[in-house]
């Protein structure tokens, strides 16, 4: 099994829709998550952290249930410019600063 | 302005040519990784620094050294390429202080023939 596991799309959503990516990690202990989003051949940036209790930054919901060991991104009124993978990061260290565990990332293409 | 920078952006190579992959960051971030990038396999940590003359292997370090000779300065050595090093490599910085967001440099496409 993956650490951390996406489904790989593509997710292929109309203008204005409103599209959900989850993600399954292994590792119970994790403490720390984040999305990140990445352009084609470009490098990855942080789009969010995600918190125990959710958090929402403008048309971008994440939540974290720690139960199911699951992540999840929501976006809502989708954006030509939302077009991009995303990807599920995991801090999995037990010991030390930090161990970012990356899933092979969500496709997202938003069309006209 | 805050940044990662690599170089070379694109190499071409031959296996067994020696040849070295600069990083530098301006934000006298103590942390600083090498990662993998290739199709179905996601970003893979080659090596870590924690901070000057402290390294450390990550997931997939076989085949490659680095050196933190200096705080702002990562180098990612291929002592011997081979094609299997084929690959999107990214380096990166993060501050060990308050938020942890890493901070990815534009990234290196090598091809070992």
């Known amino acids: 099994r993956k650490e951390v596991e996406q489904d790989p799309g593509p997710f292929n959503v109309p203008e204005g829709a409103t599209v959900a990516f989850n993600c399954t990690y292994s590792n119970s202990a994790s403490q720390s998550f984040f999305w990140y989003r990445q352009d084609c051949r470009k490098e990855p940036k942080l789009l969010m952290s995600v918190y125990s209790s959710g958090n929402e930054d403008g048309r971008f919901t994440a939540q974290l249930n720690r139960a199911s060991q699951y992540i999840s991104l929501l976006i809502r009124d989708s954006k030509l410019s939302d077009s991009a993978t995303y990807l599920c990061v995991v801090n999995m260290a037990l010991t030390g600063f930090q161990k970012l565990v990356f899933g092979t990332g969500t496709r997202l293409l938003v069309s006209p | 302005e805050a940044q990662v920078t690599q170089n070379p952006r694109y190499l071409i190579t031959v296996t067994g040519k020696k040849l070295t992959v600069t990083c530098s960051q301006n934000?006298?971030?103590?942390?600083m990784s090498w990662y993998r990038q290739d199709p179905g396999l996601g970003l893979r940590q080659i090596y870590y620094?924690?901070?000057?003359?402290?390294?450390d292997k990550g997931d997939v370090p076989e085949g490659y050294k680095v050196s933190r000779k200096e705080k702002r300065n990562f180098p990612l050595i291929l002592e011997s390429p081979s094609p299997n090093q084929t690959s999107l490599y990214f380096c990166a910085s993060t501050g060990i202080q308050g938020y942890n967001e890493q901070f990815f440099g534009p990234g290196t496409r090598l091809t070992v023939l």
């Open positions: 620094s924690m901070n000057v003359e402290v390294t």
């Open positions: 934000m006298n971030h103590e942390y």
